[in-house]
């Protein structure tokens, strides 16, 4: 008798490409952390990141998911490019420092960067463009003051070249604090029983004068113990 050999095939799966909900760019967010909207197929099955440790960006906007037939005997995988939109976020740059009076001007570098949208931002893993120029009204020996003095930063063209991040400029301020001298009381030596009375002439007292700015004196001491 004739044999025939048939040969089936497993079928390709109908799929709609699937859908996922627009997100804000965070440095350690991975693929998988998006749940993919489950579109029309038409047999059962589940949604899955090709590459799910991927690091989503503003700038691409494809990434592969493949649909996992829950009958993989006679079904195929089918892999689709799903759009991600993923929108940059929002970091504020701002500067802040207390100093002692008479200390120079701080170097104005060491800026504070914040991000609600990525609580794991780091100003090390951005490839920035421009400069950040800084100005403020505080120099060496300006006098203490509780509003303290502004800092204002000014960078029109500062920018992540990844697109990744915006960066909005917040006024910091440089709050001068007294600066701090310590006295020294020098031992003194009574018989017991002899009366004593703490003069200037009786008690010395000795203190770090390069602690005091060239303009400044200390005209008199008060203390009691």
Do not use: C, H
């Amino acid at each position: 008798g004739l044999t025939l050999t048939v040969e089936i095939t497993k079928a390709v799966p109908a799929v709609a490409v699937p859908t996922v909900s627009d997100i804000f760019y965070r440095r350690t967010a991975k693929l998988s952390d998006i749940s993919i909207n489950t579109g029309m197929t038409s047999v059962p099955g589940e949604w899955q990141w090709v590459l799910p440790d991927k690091n989503p960006t503003v700038a691409e906007k494809l990434y592969a998911a493949k649909f996992v037939p829950t009958d993989s005997v006679n079904y195929e995988t089918k892999t689709v490019d799903v759009p991600v939109s993923v929108k940059p976020s929002a970091v504020t740059v701002t500067f802040n420092a207390t100093v002692e009076y008479g200390d120079p001007s701080p170097n104005i570098t060491a800026y504070t960067y914040k991000s609600d949208l990525d609580p794991d931002f780091r100003i090390d893993a951005v490839t920035t463009g421009g400069n950040i120029t800084p100005s403020t009204t505080y120099t060496e020996g300006s006098p203490v003051n509780a509003e303290g003095y502004p800092v204002t930063l000014s960078a029109p063209n500062y920018i992540d070249k990844a697109g990744n991040y915006t960066f909005s400029f917040e006024n910091g301020k440089i709050i001068v604090v007294p600066r701090n001298i310590t006295f020294t009381v020098e031992n003194v030596s009574v018989v017991y029983g002899d009366g004593f009375t703490a003069t200037a002439s009786t008690v010395s007292l000795t203190y770090d004068a390069s602690r005091l700015l060239a303009s400044d004196t200390i005209n008199s001491v008060t203390a009691d113990g």
